[in-house]
């Protein structure tokens, strides 16, 4: 059984920086990917960066990319969002998740599960 913890979020100013968290127990990071995902209320659920642990691949939306970085530790079982230059407009719920088979489409969240409760991340002055 596959559980996911996220952490991290908060309030931050516009420019800012935050650094989230997805604590995984259950499974080993060696055999999965980890997604990280965000919905904005009355939006849906949309991908913001993937991780696979069979080649190391990073993913990212273009609306994050050159801001945000995703890595892993396997130490900890931990996967990072660290999210810079933060805008309005990435204020959300951010979740993370596994998806559910091998193959699987980086930034779709219908090919995820396993989702944590999420983390709340406000940008705003």
């Known amino acids: 059984q596959v559980q996911l913890v996220e952490s991290g979020g908060g309030l931050v100013q516009p420019g800012g920086s935050l650094r989230l968290s997805c604590a995984a127990s259950?499974?080993?990071?060696?055999?999965?990917?980890i997604g990280w995902f965000r919905q904005a209320p009355g939006k849906e659920r949309e991908g913001v960066s993937c991780i696979s642990f069979s080649d190391g691949s990073t993913y990212y939306a273009g609306s994050v990319k050159g801001r945000f970085t995703i890595s892993r530790d396997n130490a900890k079982n931990t996967v990072y969002l660290q999210m810079n230059s933060l805008k309005p407009e990435d204020t959300a719920v951010y979740y993370c998740a596994a998806p559910f088979e091998i193959w699987y489409r980086p930034l779709a969240p219908a090919d995820f599960g396993s989702w944590g409760q999420g983390t709340q991340v406000t940008v705003s002055s």
């Open positions: 259950g499974f080993t990071l060696d055999y999965y990917a």
